[in-house]
């Protein structure tokens, strides 16, 4: 009887989940601060960006550097081997002067991992903030060899911060026996 209870649950979590098992990814988010050196009187009005994956966001903010959130997800079970790929550099962003006028994002050339078991799913999605200076973008994805102009998501406006508080005089807590 007790056999019973416990082998056919146990036997169908094995059925069920067995898939997710066998198969494990990992995943990690990045974070990278970019700036060029440029003069106060030309800011930056466009920018190119070529990378590795078609999942690429724009939104301006304020100031004159470039911030680039990302998430590689990876199809390996294995953090460690996740965290030894960013710190060589797999993931790095360069950013550049393309002209007069531009600035130029791209990573290296990275090729496909391919482990025992065959090719390693590997996807990189990014979301860049540039400055708001910059008006225009154009994205090429390296994996497809697709150029395309990209949409910047303006930056919301800020709230109307509520009115100062007005300073009644020293509060007095009573406190009931």
Request: glycine share 6%; proline share 5%; hydrophobic share 40%.
């Amino acid at each position: 009887m007790i056999l019973k209870k416990i082998i056919l649950p146990c036997l169908f979590l094995l059925v069920t989940f067995q898939d997710g098992f066998s198969q494990g990814q990992v995943s990690q988010y990045l974070h990278q601060i970019l700036s060029v050196d440029e003069d106060e009187d030309n800011r930056p009005s466009s920018i190119y960006i070529k990378l590795h994956t078609s999942r690429v966001e724009v939104h301006q903010m304020k100031g004159t550097r470039m911030m680039v959130t990302g998430k590689v997800l990876l199809g390996v079970p294995n953090v460690f081997f996740l965290d030894a790929l960013i710190e060589k550099g797999r993931y790095k962003l360069f950013l550049s002067s393309d002209g007069s006028n531009g600035l130029r994002l791209e990573d290296k050339y990275r090729q496909a991992m391919i482990l025992k078991e065959g090719k390693c799913k590997e996807e990189v999605s990014y979301v860049i903030y540039v400055p708001e200076t910059v008006t225009s973008a154009a994205f090429e994805n390296t994996s497809t060899g697709k150029t395309s102009a990209i949409s910047i998501k303006k930056r919301e406006q800020p709230l109307v911060a509520a009115p100062a508080p007005v300073d009644e005089g020293p509060q007095v807590f009573i406190k009931e026996k």
